[in-house]
């Protein structure tokens, strides 16, 4: 990872997303933060007294200064349309976090957006940026064992109890397990597959009332060239599957059984929707629960998104947070992966690649405005019972 020019980073953001990408901001030797915007003062106020650089309190005037080259979009979902647009009308680079919007006509304005301003649109961090799946996408793309037929990707969380703004729960609004999550396992597996999805089929579960939006859902997704794939993701809090992970959680950090039922016993003293709101507020930067990322703990291990087998012709490969387990014919064998440096470097890979050298990213608008595509067919397979063929 050659450091070459440094890419200077305005933040749209400073949330939650924002906190899971600051470690990488710190350690990788690519990027400058040169300024921020968000609403709220204490975030401001932190930002420019750790970088020492301004903050805004509009996008506009973040898009406006001079200095800033690439805006990472880490708004709310509702924001991504409007704030790429901001970015592009001022010549700059765009990285945004997924989902890359809440329709398909606002993935396709970005797109022209960018296009026509000749800036660089990248939707990020999605974990198919992880190190493990990409390394076993190249396997599959060479076939070391022969054509890949069929993917398996679960994951179960506490996703849906952690303390959530009141649209994070509305459907509609992009909140849920399917716009959120599904969003993460959807690119996994085209990632994985290396062909266009066809067809998908979709179960949601739905049954918390008081936390009114898919929490689950399970899927077939089917492959043009002949493979099939089956997602399934539980945000309900109760099975963990960082323990088939080793206890590694999806920040490549380690767990503690110990903490089971940490979210719900924390929700479970908050007493209304505005407080649960104030109460997420104040974890993230700039608040007043805020606290930083212990410095290492976030680069143990790569992130992940749960237990993945890709299953080929001649072997299943098992991605996992330290190396690639591979079940051959004959023989098993473990190839192990040397330990991130940087957390999320391969996000800032792309997004070098991209502004300083000018190539393509996978990642661009397109790749990810299908994947936006599967989300929206899982969520009306769900609701109507049925298959939905892709166009």
């Not at 940490?262 to 649960?276: D, H, N, V, Y």
């Not at 070098?352 to 990810?368: F, K, N, R, T």
Request: charged share 25%; proline share 5%.
């Amino acid at each position: 990872m050659a450091a070459g020019r440094r890419i200077r980073i305005g933040v749209a953001g400073l949330g939650r997303a924002f906190t899971l990408m600051l470690p990488t901001f710190q350690k990788d030797k690519r990027i400058e933060l040169v300024a921020a915007c968000d609403p709220r003062e204490a975030a401001r106020v932190r930002f420019m007294s750790d970088f020492k650089v301004p903050a805004y309190a509009d996008i506009d005037a973040l898009a406006a200064d001079p200095a800033v080259e690439a805006i990472y979009i880490a708004s709310p979902h509702q924001f991504h349309a409007t704030h790429t647009r901001v970015a592009a009308r001022h010549g700059k680079h765009v990285l945004v976090e997924k989902p890359m919007a809440l329709s398909l006509a606002e993935c396709d304005d970005m797109i022209a957006s960018c296009a026509s301003a000749g800036v660089q649109l990248i939707v990020g961090h999605c974990h198919s940026f992880d190190t493990p799946y990409l390394q076993t996408r190249q396997i599959v793309e060479r076939r070391e064992f022969g054509a890949v037929k069929m993917i398996q990707a679960l994951n179960y969380t506490d996703y849906l109890y952690r303390p959530r703004r009141p649209e994070e729960l509305v459907t509609a609004q992009g909140g849920g397990a399917i716009y959120s999550q599904a969003s993460h396992q959807v690119d996994i597996v085209r990632l994985l597959a290396a062909s266009r999805v066809t067809r998908v089929r979709a179960v949601l579960g739905n049954w918390d009332s008081a936390r009114p939006t898919e929490g689950a859902y399970a899927a077939l997704l089917w492959f043009e060239n002949g493979s099939f794939a089956n997602i399934a993701y539980s945000g309900y809090g109760h099975f963990d599957s960082d323990e088939w992970c080793d206890w590694t959680g999806e920040m490549g950090n380690a767990k503690r059984p110990a903490d089971y039922s940490k979210a719900r016993q924390r929700l479970a003293e908050i007493a209304s929707p505005t407080e649960e709101a104030k109460f997420k507020n104040a974890a993230t930067y700039g608040g007043p629960g805020y606290r930083a990322a212990a410095d290492g703990a976030e680069s143990r291990k790569f992130q992940h998104f749960g237990p993945v087998i890709v299953s080929c012709e001649h072997a299943d490969i098992r991605p996992m947070p330290d190396g690639l387990m591979i079940y051959g014919d004959m023989e098993k064998a473990f190839r192990p992966l040397p330990t991130p440096a940087v957390p999320r470097a391969e996000v800032i890979d792309a997004l070098h690649a991209a502004v300083v050298d000018g190539v393509q990213p996978l990642h661009d608008g397109a790749w990810s405005k299908a994947t936006l595509e599967i989300c929206a067919a899982l969520l009306r397979s769900g609701g109507e019972q049925r298959d939905v063929v892709l166009d």
